[in-house]
């Protein structure tokens, strides 16, 4: 069954909002989507009728606390194509599980002169965590560069991937380009010179069919809260026989299964890598989440904010001294662009103040900004409650904050 | 010994009559705006690192100079709101007494709802461009009383 337009919106009770005195519209879904009810109502069911601390108590509670935290694995073991729910670990976000290949993979594999690939146009979040690693183990930071429409460079990509890459860290889709970048492809040649790849999939899994068996990456990370899903939830994915090998991460409670004073032998996957009472309620939100992408269906999704983007990009070539930031062909729900002569900042404040929330900055995409030689873009990102009625709106307040400011 | 032409009191209360008129925020920001873009700002020999204060999204430059005992600040920005807003705030401050400078309470933004206007990344940023502002006029009272 296929859900209307109004179905969908009238899922998200944020939306019924105003903001300073207009209608909200909200365009700032890459930074993080609003919340459908059935995410609301499947967190608070937990708190009102099933919530106690997991894994470890006969009782009832416990058992279905269990049990749904659990289920919420298996959801989202189904929703990327794991082979096993197993090799999903619940994280804080992508972030975390960024952070967590590169302390335990990183630790292990990397040695002085090894040499990490990354892109220019990764998030602070997949380029942070390989620096703090590669500072402690003499490893060296390599980048892929970005063509002038936004395209991770290909030619680029052949020259730096060698015998000492021993890490390639890439976006599936870039937060401020909206780029979908070729990781199947990308990862194929990376496992050939035997590095492992390591794919953030924060800004993919809002959008597109993941399948990470397809993809052969050896690890995907993603965060919940920018796929309908709560904060403070997110997954990281990881092929088993790595997971097996790797280290754990954080120790702690749930990751044991033997503990002495002098040492402790770990759990079986995927507890080895949940230290501490782990986010129940996220990741059953989450659960929630997934099932609503699932109906509402993936393909819909894209297509919806394919229109809203071509729609709005249209218009904005319509405007003058617009210059558009990433115009690759494949992209998914991102319009980041400029005006001459207006800073980003200014134009943020007017739309702000006309009620449609947009993304100013450098989008924790620094080296990218640099490549393009500016400080930041104003950036549109849609989901699919997003509609075309809200692009002309924009537009139009755009067009307003224009005219002031120049 | 120079004398301010009026107390900051004064140019405050000035500021929150002026912004009085203004029902609709469309009239505050276009008056910022105007305000904004009317100020000659800072030639790009200033624009430097050292007198740079780091807000999150825009960036704003101030200098300082004191002149018969009053201190006096210019300032620029490359966002046109944020100028306009330094601009209140150089209105306030600039051409009055280090130790003035140093303990004036600023209320007027405030009450003119402008603070509430401000992305909070922002408000940040003109909290440190108040700071600055509060610094300056530290260090030169101090370098006044050594110099006796
Ligand atoms: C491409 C990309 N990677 C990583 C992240 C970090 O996600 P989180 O802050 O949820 O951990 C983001 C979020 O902005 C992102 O856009």
Redesign the pocket.
């Known amino acids: 069954m296929i859900k209307t337009a109004s179905d969908i919106r009238s899922s998200f009770p944020i939306l019924r909002r105003e903001v300073n005195g207009k209608p909200l519209v909200y365009f700032d879904n890459?930074?993080?989507s609003q919340k459908p009810i059935q995410v609301i109502n499947a967190i608070d069911n937990y708190y009102r009728n099933h919530h106690a601390n997991i894994h470890r108590g006969v009782h009832a509670l416990s058992q279905e606390a269990t049990m749904m935290y659990e289920d919420a694995r298996l959801a989202v073991a189904e929703f990327i194509n794991a082979e096993s729910a197993s090799e999903i670990i619940f994280t804080?976000?992508?972030?975390?599980?960024?952070n967590l290949v590169a302390q335990t993979l990183g630790r292990q594999i990397l040695n002085e002169g090894d040499e990490i690939l990354v892109t220019f146009m990764?998030?602070h979040?997949?380029l942070v965590p390989w620096q703090m690693i590669a500072q402690e183990k003499g490893a060296v930071i390599k980048a892929v560069e970005v063509t002038e429409d936004g395209q991770l460079d290909q030619e680029s990509f052949k020259n730096l991937l060698s015998k000492r890459t021993k890490i390639f860290a890439v976006?599936h889709?870039?937060?401020t380009l909206g780029t979908i970048n070729p990781v199947k492809e990308m990862a194929h040649a990376a496992h050939q010179v035997g590095a492992y790849v390591v794919i953030?999939g924060?800004?993919s899994t809002p959008h597109l069919k993941v399948d990470v068996q397809n993809i052969d990456a050896d690890f995907y990370?993603a965060?919940g809260?920018?796929m309908y899903g709560p904060?403070g939830i997110?997954f990281l994915y990881g092929k088993k026989n790595l997971l097996n090998t790797i280290p754990p991460y954080h120790g702690g409670g749930e990751m044991i299964s033997r503990v002495s004073i002098e040492k402790s032998t770990y759990a079986e996957l995927p507890f080895k890598f949940e230290g501490g009472t782990p986010n129940m309620a996220g990741a059953i939100g989450l659960h929630a989440a997934i099932d609503f992408i699932r109906e509402t269906d993936i393909q819909h999704i894209s297509d919806v904010e394919e229109r809203l983007e071509n729609k709005l990009t249209n218009a904005l070539k319509n405007i003058e001294g617009i210059r558009l930031i990433g115009t690759a062909p494949e992209k998914a729900g991102v319009v980041s662009f400029l005006v001459d002569g207006v800073s980003a900042y200014d134009v943020g404040v007017i739309l702000d103040q006309l009620g449609i929330a947009v993304r100013t900055g450098h989008?924790?995409t620094e080296p990218l900004m640099d490549r393009y030689g500016i400080r930041g873009t104003i950036r549109a990102s849609f989901a699919v409650y997003n509609t075309e009625e809200e692009v002309e709106i924009m537009v139009n307040a755009l067009n307003r904050a224009l005219k002031m400011l120049s | 010994m120079g004398e301010p032409m009026k107390t900051m009191e004064e140019i405050q209360k000035e500021i929150v009559e002026d912004f009085s008129f203004f029902e609709e925020w469309m009239d505050k920001y276009e008056e910022i705006i105007e305000f904004g873009k009317s100020l000659k700002g800072l030639p790009e020999e200033l624009k430097t690192e050292e007198n740079l204060v780091r807000g999150c999204q825009s960036n704003v430059w101030v200098v300082s100079e004191m002149n018969n005992g009053l201190l006096h600040f210019e300032a620029d920005s490359d966002a046109i709101i944020t100028k306009g807003i330094v601009g209140l705030l150089l209105r306030i401050f600039s051409g009055q007494r280090p130790i003035d400078i140093a303990t004036e309470e600023l209320y007027a933004l405030d009450e003119i709802g402008l603070q509430a206007h401000l992305s909070p990344n922002r408000a940040n940023g003109l909290n440190a461009m108040v700071n600055k502002i509060k610094l300056m006029a530290l260090a030169h009272r101090a370098k006044e009383e050594a110099e006796g």
């Open positions: 890459a930074a993080s804080r976000g992508a972030t975390e599980g960024i990764e998030h979040s997949n976006g889709v870039s937060n953030d924060a800004q990370a965060s809260h920018k904060t997110g989008h924790c």
